[in-house]
């Protein structure tokens, strides 16, 4: 708090400001009184050499793909309960990322309780999270905070249903998309930034559970979707885009 007005000050006299969404936008005017011409908001980009579309086959086996770090944050513990309950189709969860401590090692028993229905590939290259991408059916981020994970991009350009928590500037730029392609779950009020009540999670883990039902069902029915929607957000979200988008707003600040 002793450093606020020194740092206002001073971001005050900045020529541009780039923001992820324009709900952060939002934030930034309100916390540095900041004039909204200033502030651009253009998202963040993936490599679209390596994240691209294959069609999408089915050989009975759903395949739901989950990035990032192993702990309760990124809502995996809760992943992992809601998946024990789905009996009535086959399905194979992958797991790449990495972790530690105590939340890790919950985490890899609640993953272990699954037995081959897991795959464990801790931490992976690009390209290697490409191939799991391509291979993948569904891919889920039950996180309660995000900035604006680029994992989503790389995952709907590789041709991935998106299930997701609704966090802040998600409905911004998913909400046009079909339900089919990508389900928001609605989020109770937090504890912490980053942490539910407990009182929440039993039906977190029902929702979560009711929702992958749910897109298992329509994996089975078209393995492949056609969604123009979520086409154009994930070509809008290329490194050359977003490259475009940065550079004007450096010539419109010189």
Same mark, same amino acid.
């Given at each position: 708090?002793?450093?606020?007005?020194?740092? &206002?000050? #001073?971001?005050?006299?900045?020529? *541009?400001?780039?923001?992820?969404?324009?709900?952060?936008?939002?934030?930034?005017?309100?916390?540095?009184?900041?004039?909204?011409?200033?502030?651009?908001?253009?998202? @963040? *980009? #993936?490599?679209?050499?390596?994240?691209?579309?294959?069609?999408?086959?089915?050989?009975?086996?759903?395949h739901i793909l989950y990035a990032g770090k192993f702990n309760r944050s990124k809502g995996v513990p809760w992943l992992l309960r809601s998946l024990a309950d789905i009996k009535d189709h086959d399905w194979h969860l992958h797991m790449a990322g990495s972790g530690r401590g105590?939340?890790?090692?919950?985490?890899?028993?609640?993953?272990?309780?699954? @037995?081959?229905?897991?795959?464990?590939?801790?931490?992976?290259?690009?390209?290697?999270?490409?191939?799991?991408?391509?291979?993948?059916?569904?891919?889920?981020?039950?996180?309660?905070?995000? @900035?604006?994970?680029?994992?989503?991009?790389?995952?709907?350009?590789? *041709?991935?249903?998106?299930?997701?928590?609704?966090?802040?500037?998600?409905?911004?730029?998913?909400?046009?998309?079909?339900?089919?392609?990508?389900?928001?779950?609605?989020?109770?009020?937090? &504890?912490?930034?980053?942490?539910?009540?407990?009182?929440?999670?039993?039906?977190?883990?029902?929702?979560?559970?009711? &929702?992958?039902?749910?897109?298992?069902?329509?994996?089975?029915?078209?393995?492949?979707?056609?969604?123009?929607?979520?086409?154009?957000?994930?070509?809008?979200?290329?490194?050359?885009?977003?490259?475009?988008?940065?550079?004007?707003? #450096?010539?419109?600040?010189?």
């Amino acid at each position: 708090e002793h450093l606020r007005d020194f740092v &206002k000050k #001073y971001c005050r006299q900045l020529d *541009g400001i780039i923001a992820l969404t324009n709900d952060q936008k939002t934030d930034i005017i309100r916390l540095y009184d900041i004039s909204p011409d200033k502030i651009a908001a253009i998202g @963040g *980009g #993936y490599d679209e050499t390596i994240f691209n579309r294959t069609p999408k086959t089915l050989n009975n086996v759903v395949h739901i793909l989950y990035a990032g770090k192993f702990n309760r944050s990124k809502g995996v513990p809760w992943l992992l309960r809601s998946l024990a309950d789905i009996k009535d189709h086959d399905w194979h969860l992958h797991m790449a990322g990495s972790g530690r401590g105590p939340e890790f090692e919950e985490c890899m028993v609640l993953a272990k309780k699954l @037995g081959e229905k897991v795959t464990i590939h801790g931490y992976v290259t690009q390209n290697q999270l490409s191939a799991l991408m391509k291979k993948a059916h569904i891919q889920v981020l039950p996180s309660f905070f995000e @900035g604006l994970p680029l994992v989503l991009f790389e995952g709907l350009a590789s *041709g991935c249903r998106i299930i997701t928590t609704n966090l802040s500037g998600f409905t911004e730029i998913f909400g046009a998309v079909k339900r089919e392609t990508v389900d928001l779950i609605q989020l109770p009020p937090l &504890k912490t930034i980053d942490q539910p009540y407990s009182k929440d999670e039993a039906w977190l883990e029902k929702e979560l559970c009711r &929702k992958i039902n749910q897109m298992i069902c329509r994996v089975k029915e078209h393995p492949d979707y056609n969604d123009k929607q979520a086409e154009k957000i994930a070509l809008d979200h290329t490194w050359q885009q977003v490259f475009n988008r940065v550079f004007s707003v #450096y010539q419109a600040a010189i």
